[in-house]
């Protein structure tokens, strides 16, 4: 009963999201960084809702973009019908504002999801990956073969300025897109946590944990995992439904392996065990794959080794580490293990940094030049051994910190 | 009908091996019947078809009359027979508290509810409660059921059994690998659980059977060879040679 949130705990959280919401729009200004933020907000609604299958419901999929993509579809065709249907003003859709779009991604994910789950769902593990991997290359394949629906390689264009405007909030610029998204990832983060409170919420862990004995409780465990299914493809459809506003055009892409892996990339960083892990994740990656290009042309390694790193050294995530440091903080320990912690990221830092320098001397090896050498301003040169025994330095601190500190948390363990 | 379970029978076989092999047997409303057996006998397996893990081969078992044989588990859990495991089966990863109330919305018919939160399944929440202080773990409440102590999984294993409010309870060795005062802690959580429920329990620790059993059944090779009063097993010659032989010898 103690452990019991009292009303205002429960709520901290929400109340400084939403004036985290708040205050972003007042510290940035240009439409480049408003960009970035507009897709963190549509992958954290993507990658939280990987999550509801696979962090919640212990279903690996590598075919969740599926459902962002028919979601972007289906929000962008209807963005199309805003946009005829304001000729004459006449109809329904003459009548729906384009902010409403999630929803539609939302309706056309989740029906997606009713249409081809049922037999998916039979299994999770190995046979449920497959499936979902099959299907995933099926649709992005079959996509081309209806290129009214698709558009073809080009994809679907439209124009989000159609439609009413209510309350005079416009979709102009990024910046005006910014409220729009603010809006619709804090309304589907708190949907998707409300989710995990309710009772198919509960048992969805419960058949992730063991679906046998779900089955001497009373419930199918195919039927739970098929109604997460659906709960979960309808909220991938509405991140898509954001996305078809944020860029005005959808392309098959978004239905491909790529972005189903982007989803579980997201989702493994941040952390599967914790509700807000793949927030971290998703803001983490997309900041990541969005900022490091204009460093380095090694930018892509980077976003794999630190997805490696994490799946072998810290299986729990970003959220898991953080929340391994909120317990100890609890129970008043952390004083004692925090050296430990530290200890153990320095020499995470230094053998990053190693890989780095190693990585970019390699880079400038073969290619003459090297851009993030460039942006610090500095002239390595790549065949003098002692640029190279620096980097052995670094490798050699990390690894001798990483000693020290394994010993340290060992004793105090 | 005065009979919870009527068994009439019952065979399974998995390709040539035939593990049961015509079991009969009648268990009486509100009683304790224990089945008993040497290693290997088939009891696990026999409890496996009774609770729909397995369907038999052929056979019937009827629960209060009804044919539940070939049934999936669910639906016979849903009509009033629940069982726990051998060894220890949670949800590892949920906290004790949590695994009772998910044992506990099937009675409300709230497992596919998801527009309220579990907190307001009013009854479900109650019914958690009093298992929780009935198999007395509320001190473990918010513990992940797959860190506890052993005994204290068992004791969830049956509170999760009883949750559901079913009124035919199989237990799957319940004092399996416990010591002396767990077992008396579990032999009394028992007979609460026995209170105005038919109980059909496999147990290897003979002191806990002639403790807890009204009636008790002897499996040897998939077959009952005896049923009767603790006193008349003990007495049965066939037993003794088959089964109590070994632990006297």
């Not at chain 1, 279903?59 to 289906?74: D, E, I, N």
Request: aromatic letters at 10%; hydrophobic letters at 50%.
């Amino acid at each position: 009963m103690s452990l019991r949130l009292s009303p205002w705990r429960a709520l901290a959280p929400w109340l400084i999201s939403l004036l985290v919401l708040l205050v972003i729009p007042l510290l940035v200004s240009s439409n480049g960084t408003f960009s970035i933020i507009n897709l963190i907000a549509i992958n954290i609604v993507f990658a939280l809702s990987y999550n509801m299958l696979l962090g919640q419901g212990g279903m690996l999929s590598f075919g969740h973009a599926v459902f962002f993509g028919l979601g972007a579809y289906g929000a962008i065709h209807v963005m199309n019908l805003i946009g005829d249907a304001g000729y004459d003003g006449q109809g329904f859709w003459a009548h729906f504002p384009v902010y409403l779009l999630p929803l539609v991604g939302f309706a056309t994910g989740a029906l997606a999801a009713l249409l081809v789950g049922w037999p998916f769902c039979r299994r999770a593990g190995t046979a449920f990956a497959m499936i979902t991997l099959g299907l995933g290359e099926l649709v992005a394949a079959g996509s081309q073969m209806f290129p009214t629906v698709f558009g073809g390689e080009a994809g679907v264009f439209s124009n989000r300025m159609v439609g009413p405007v209510w309350f005079g909030l416009e979709l102009a610029q990024p910046a005006d897109v910014y409220w729009f998204s603010a809006f619709w990832v804090l309304l589907a983060v708190f949907a998707m946590w409300a989710f995990t409170r309710t009772p198919l919420g509960r048992m969805s862990n419960a058949v992730r944990d063991n679906a046998e004995r779900l089955q001497f409780i009373g419930y199918p465990p195919r039927n739970l995992r098929f109604l997460v299914f659906i709960a979960a493809g309808g909220f991938a459809g509405l991140g898509g439904g954001m996305a078809a506003v944020n860029y005005e055009i959808v392309t098959p892409e978004s239905l491909g392996l790529l972005t189903s892996g982007l989803a579980l990339l997201m989702a493994a960083v941040g952390g599967l065990g914790v509700f807000y892990g793949p927030i971290v994740g998703a803001i983490v990656v997309t900041v990541m794959n969005s900022l490091l290009s204009d460093y380095t042309d090694a930018s892509i390694l980077y976003v794999g080794l630190v997805f490696l790193a994490v799946v072998m050294f810290a299986p729990a995530g970003l959220g898991g580490g953080v929340e391994q440091v909120r317990q100890s903080w609890r129970r008043g320990e952390l004083t004692r293990q925090l050296p430990g912690w530290l200890g153990g990221a320095v020499s995470v830092l230094l053998i990053a940094l190693g890989l780095v320098a190693s990585i970019e001397l390699v880079y400038q090896l073969s290619h003459g030049r090297d851009k993030l050498a460039q942006v610090l301003g500095l002239q390595p040169d790549p065949s003098s051994p002692l640029v190279w025994l620096g980097v052995v330095a670094l490798f050699a601190a990390g690894y001798g910190v990483a000693r020290a500190s394994k010993n340290y948390r060992e004793a105090r363990s | 009908m005065s009979h919870a379970l009527t068994i009439d029978d019952l065979k399974k076989s998995f390709g040539p091996a035939e593990v049961i092999r015509g079991v009969n047997l009648r268990v009486e409303k509100g009683e304790v019947h224990a089945v008993i057996g040497p290693n290997g006998a088939g009891k696990s397996t026999f409890f496996n078809l009774v609770s729909g893990a397995f369907a038999p081969t052929s056979g019937e078992v009827r629960l209060h009359g009804q044919r539940i044989d070939g049934l999936a588990p669910e639906k016979i859990q849903q009509r009033g027979l629940a069982r726990s495991f051998q060894v220890s089966n949670v949800f590892g990863n949920l906290s004790v508290f949590e695994n009772l109330r998910c044992a506990c919305f099937k009675q409300c018919a709230a497992g596919y509810t998801f527009w309220r939160p579990a907190a307001s399944v009013k009854r479900a929440n109650r019914r958690a409660e009093e298992v929780l202080a009935m198999i007395g773990l509320a001190d473990l409440r918010d513990s992940p059921a797959g860190a506890l102590p052993y005994a204290s999984q068992r004791a969830l294993e049956i509170g999760m059994t009883i949750a559901g409010e079913a009124d035919v309870v199989l237990l799957d060795e319940p004092t399996a690998g416990m010591s002396n005062t767990e077992t008396t802690q579990a032999i009394e959580l028992i007979r609460q659980v026995a209170e105005g429920r038919t109980l059909m329990i496999v147990e290897h620790d003979m002191g806990v059977v002639f403790e807890l059993a009204d009636r008790i059944s002897v499996l040897v090779y998939g077959e009952i060879i005896a049923t009767g009063t603790p006193e008349a097993i003990r007495n049965d010659p066939r037993v003794k040679e088959a089964y109590l032989g070994e632990e006297a010898a």
